[in-house]
T-cell receptor, first 114, second 114 residues
Framework: AQSVTQLGSHVSVSEGALVLLRCNYS??????LFWYVQYPNQGLQLLLK??????LVKGINGFEAEFKKSETSFHLTKPSAHMSDAAEYFC????????????FGKGNQVVVIP | DTGVSQNPRHKITKRGQNVTFRCDPI?????LYWYRQTLGQGPEFLTY????????KSRLLSDRFSAERPKGSFSTLEIQRTEQGDSAMYLC????????????FGPGTRLTVT
C-alpha cells in the first residue's frame, strides 16, 4: 500500500519568495511520485514526476522536486513565487508496477501575498 | 489531442435519484481511472479500467455505484439512489500503454445532492 503526507493545509508565501511544499511518502514497493496542481473548479494538472531516473526532477512553471529515499520525501520547490502560483497542490504516489492507481495527500492551498 | 473531457460539469440532484456521468479519455489511452474528491481532501481512487475490463474497485465503491467502459473508449459512472454523502467532485483520468503511470485528468463533474 502507498500513502503520502502533506502537512500544513494552507501555505502563505510572499510574491518573489521561495515556495516549499513538503511531501513524505510511504510505499511497500518502489514508488513513483507526482505533484499535481489544481486551480479552482478545474481538474488536476501534472506538474512533475519521479519515475526512478534522476532524483532531481524539473517540471512546468519553474517548479522542481527532489526524491530522497533516505528521508522518504519528495518536496516541491520554486525559487520565486508568482501570483499565478496561487492554487492547490497535491502530492501523489503510485507503485512502479501494477495498476498505477494514485494515492493523494490532502493538499496544500497556496496563497501568494503581493 | 483534446484532453480528457467529462460531462456534465455540474449536476444537482435530489436524494434518491440516479445520476450518470460520462468520461471521454484521451484517444488511444487504454487505461481509465475514476476518483472522487470531497471538499478539502485529495482525490480518492474509485475504480480502474484497462481497455474494457474493470480490473479493480475500491471499497469506497458501494453497491450503488457502477462503472462501465463498454468498448474500451468512453466510460460511464452511475450512482443509484443518491445520498447527500455522495456530494463530491468526480474526476476521470486516463493514461497510455507506453506511460501507464502518467495520468491526465479531466475537469471533473461536481455532484450536489440536495
Amino acid at each position: 500500500a502507498q500513502s503520502v503526507t502533506q502537512l500544513g493545509s494552507h501555505v502563505s508565501v510572499s510574491e518573489g519568495a521561495l515556495v516549499l511544499l513538503r511531501c513524505n511518502y510511504s510505499s511497500s514497493v518502489p514508488p513513483y511520485l507526482f505533484w499535481y496542481v489544481q486551480y479552482p473548479n478545474q481538474g488536476l494538472q501534472l506538474l512533475l514526476k519521479y519515475t526512478s531516473a534522476a532524483t532531481l526532477v524539473k517540471g512546468i512553471n519553474g517548479f522542481e522536486a527532489e526524491f530522497k529515499k533516505s528521508e522518504t520525501s519528495f518536496h516541491l520547490t520554486k525559487p520565486s513565487a508568482h501570483m499565478s502560483d496561487a492554487a492547490e497542490y497535491f502530492c501523489a504516489v503510485s507503485g512502479a508496477r501494477g495498476n498505477n492507481r494514485l494515492a493523494f495527500g490532502k493538499g496544500n492551498q497556496v496563497v501568494v501575498i503581493p | 489531442d483534446t484532453g480528457v473531457s467529462q460531462n456534465p460539469r455540474h449536476k444537482i440532484t435530489k436524494r434518491g435519484q440516479n445520476v450518470t456521468f460520462r468520461c471521454d479519455p484521451i484517444s488511444e489511452h487504454n487505461r481509465l481511472y475514476w476518483y472522487r474528491q470531497t471538499l478539502g481532501q485529495g482525490p480518492e481512487f474509485l475504480t480502474y479500467f484497462q481497455n474494457e475490463a474493470q480490473l479493480e474497485k475500491s471499497r469506497l465503491l458501494s453497491d450503488r455505484f457502477s462503472a462501465e467502459r463498454p468498448k474500451g473508449s468512453f466510460s460511464t459512472l452511475e450512482i443509484q439512489r443518491t445520498e447527500q454523502g455522495d456530494s463530491a467532485m468526480y474526476l476521470c483520468a486516463s493514461s497510455s500503454k507506453d506511460l501507464p503511470y502518467e495520468q491526465y485528468f479531466g475537469p471533473g463533474t461536481r455532484l450536489t445532492v440536495t
